[in-house]
């Protein structure tokens, strides 16, 4: 029997809800869900509360309207390269990513909608990655768009892309995958007929896992032996953003 959803909090950029030890950050609204200052310090919010919940056992991410998360907020990073905006939202958003890296319990992204660029990146962060079959993507867009990517964001793809091929169509082809592309290609790990469907399982198999009762400090110690790469360099932050000259955005 499912249980009910209760809600814990909202913000301007998302809500939170547990159904038993099963906590559900939705990315509200119909917009792309883009990645900017305030967004970000809302969903890092989000996760401080389950971090901080002794009965968090795993949690789902997932998305209303079309799109999982477009990335970057490339609009706010152009209208503030003057104030330093790229070192901004590269220090919140690589410390998103750390986040969801080092948090002590299984996470699971319900796709409910197209991910690119740095939401693609996002999207690979979580422990396991459940995908609507419909028109919805996952897309590295950078090459298309002429810029350059980080190598905190390299780190992530490299570790969570598992093999040599499906790596070179993500990054040096720009392959916009479909849901059940990306499940052949190994890096979604189901895939279902629709985002009610999708969000079902992805809770149900958040259940499943959060029954295990896993210690904390023992399942952030092992994810960060499993990807070692990834955590170092969102932590170092020793690559800068940068917007390149030419760039089609």
């Known amino acids: 029997m499912e249980q009910q959803k209760i809600v814990l909090n909202e913000w301007q950029s998302c809500r939170l809800e547990k159904s038993g030890r099963v906590y559900i950050l939705t990315l509200t609204g119909k917009d792309e869900h883009l990645f900017n200052p305030a967004s970000i310090d809302d969903i890092v919010a989000a996760l401080k509360t389950i971090d901080k919940s002794p009965d968090a056992g795993a949690l789902v991410i997932t998305n209303e309207g079309r799109y999982f998360s477009n990335g970057l907020d490339l609009k706010w990073g152009k209208k503030n390269l003057s104030s330093s905006g790229l070192t901004i939202i590269r220090e919140k958003f690589d410390g998103l990513l750390c986040f969801m890296m080092k948090l002590g319990i299984p996470t699971v992204a319900a796709i409910c909608g197209h991910g690119s660029g740095s939401g693609f990146v996002f999207a690979l962060t979580h422990d396991y990655r459940f995908m609507n079959d419909g028109k919805e993507v996952l897309y590295m867009s950078e090459l298309d768009h002429g810029m350059y990517m980080p190598r905190s964001f390299t780190s992530v793809v490299r570790s969570k892309i598992p093999t040599p091929n499906a790596l070179r169509e993500v990054m040096l082809k720009a392959r916009k995958f479909r849901a059940s ?4 290609s190994g890096f979604v790990d189901g895939v279902y007929v629709d985002s009610a469907k999708t969000l079902e399982a992805a809770i149900l ?11 904390r400090d023992s399942y952030a110690n092992l994810r960060a032996r499993a990807f070692p790469e990834a955590i170092e360099e969102l932590e170092a ?9 030419g760039s089609k955005l």
Not at 181 to 184: G, I, L, S, V
């Open 205 to 215: 198999e958040a259940g499943k896992l959060a029954s295990r009762n896993w210690k």
């Open 237 to 245: 932050q020793r690559d800068p953003y940068v917007w390149t000259l």
């Open 181 to 184: 592309e990306a499940f052949d």
